[in-house]
């Protein structure tokens, strides 16, 4: 997931925050504010808390590929100008997602922020009203007029200046010697040399912050590979250390694919919605997320995960790379017992599967002819086509 930050110009402390790489719909989805410093990191209704807050946004706009949350000065006044992590989270399926963005310094509207001063105040006071919309803030600017001060309290544009001494001749004796002169200028010359090496130091320090909070590539996540041939009862290992860390120290922001699937699990989906759960996660590049999903399903005795979970060991068929070792044997046991339930496009894989062998199955041209005729009575015409190459 990718995110983009566009400030509304027209109307201060409001922005739009878009959020590419999902596929969600926009009914009910909620955000989560994090920052780096301080015990303090989670933005609630409040403002900062330590423990995390999910917040509503003003409105949600979905399109292919994203969504765009419109958010106000809850949000915008508190994190203007820094770097958050920011989550969203579907009422039906869980956490969806999490980045990292870099929010753009932007007009607030001052209703969150109340220490923020006007830029356009030479008096340097705070005014509310003049950055809250709303019936409220005319009736706060009608006071702030009435409460000016008068032109005669104003103190005045240019201090008073003490008049010019007079000058007076220096008699010959006053006059310093050449080589006091001398060693005067020479002891400023300590003094300059810190001054350069100190703006050395600071140009080098704020080139250095600028390229790791903003430049530096970010290492993806390590995903660990699952040995197909334990016991399909026990969990594969998936990594779930943090890849890269911050100036702090503290773990970036890598969301394991366990606690993923776990906040899924733990909304209690249908067996459909964990299956194309399952396609997302493998689509996104994460079929440990995919094997966990299938496998909950297939055990409860859900045929289509079965179909699905047999892809990720088919020898004949496998999916694009699939951290689990090709096992032909394991492939045709889930793919029959989708067959069995009249899944055409598993009677046409098991079909294709005898007819090849691999990966610790013989092949079976008779098994093959069987399955491939059972699939194409069932209207699939790929089958037709696998059917008059065995022959």
């Not at 808390?49 to 409105?59: G, V």
Request: hydrophobic share 40%.
């Amino acid at each position: 997931m990718r995110a983009e930050v566009y400030p509304k110009p027209d109307l201060p402390g409001h922005a739009v925050l878009r959020l590419l790489g999902l596929d969600a719909a926009a009914d009910g989805v909620t955000l989560l504010v994090e920052r780096r410093q301080g015990p303090e990191r989670f933005l609630s209704e409040t403002g900062w808390q330590r423990t995390e807050a999910w917040l509503s946004p003003e409105m949600v706009d979905a399109f292919d590929g994203g969504l765009d949350l419109h958010v106000g000065p809850r949000v915008c006044d508190m994190v203007a100008g820094t770097t958050v992590r920011v989550a969203l989270r579907e009422p039906a399926i869980g956490n969806l997602g999490t980045t990292v963005v870099p929010w753009p310094a932007m007009q607030t509207s001052g209703a969150h922020d109340p220490d923020r001063r006007l830029e356009d105040d030479p008096t340097g006071r705070t005014d509310k009203a003049l950055r809250a919309p709303g019936p409220r803030a005319n009736a706060d600017i009608a006071t702030r007029v009435e409460m000016a001060p008068r032109p005669e309290e104003l103190p005045p544009a240019f201090p008073a200046v003490d008049p010019l001494p007079e000058f007076r001749p220096v008699e010959p004796m006053d006059r310093p010697s050449v080589l006091s002169q001398s060693r005067k200028s020479r002891s400023n010359v300590p003094v300059v040399l810190g001054l350069l090496f100190l703006a050395f130091v600071v140009a080098i320090g704020g080139a250095g912050a600028y390229w790791w909070f903003y430049l530096r590539p970010q290492t993806p996540p390590i995903i660990a590979k699952v040995d197909p041939k334990v016991d399909p009862k026990v969990d594969p290992k998936v990594d779930t250390k943090p890849t890269t860390t911050d100036t702090a120290g503290k773990p970036d922001y890598v969301t394991p694919v366990r606690k993923q699937v776990d906040d899924i699990l733990a909304t209690k989906p249908t067996p459909d919605q964990m299956v194309e759960r399952g396609r997302q996660f493998l689509k996104a590049g994460q079929p440990e997320g995919a094997f966990l999903l299938w496998r909950q399903a297939a055990d409860g005795g859900f045929p289509p995960a079965a179909f699905e979970l047999a892809g990720l060991y088919d020898p004949v068929n496998p999916v694009p790379n699939s951290p689990f070792k090709l096992n032909g044997e394991r492939a045709a046991g889930l793919y029959e017992t989708a067959a069995k339930a009249g899944i055409a496009p598993a009677m046409r894989r098991l079909g294709q599967l005898y007819a090849k062998g691999g990966e610790g199955l013989p092949a079976d041209k008779a098994k093959a002819r069987d399955w491939l005729s059972k699939a194409v009575e069932k209207g699939d015409a790929e089958a037709r086509q696998a059917l008059a190459d065995l022959k």
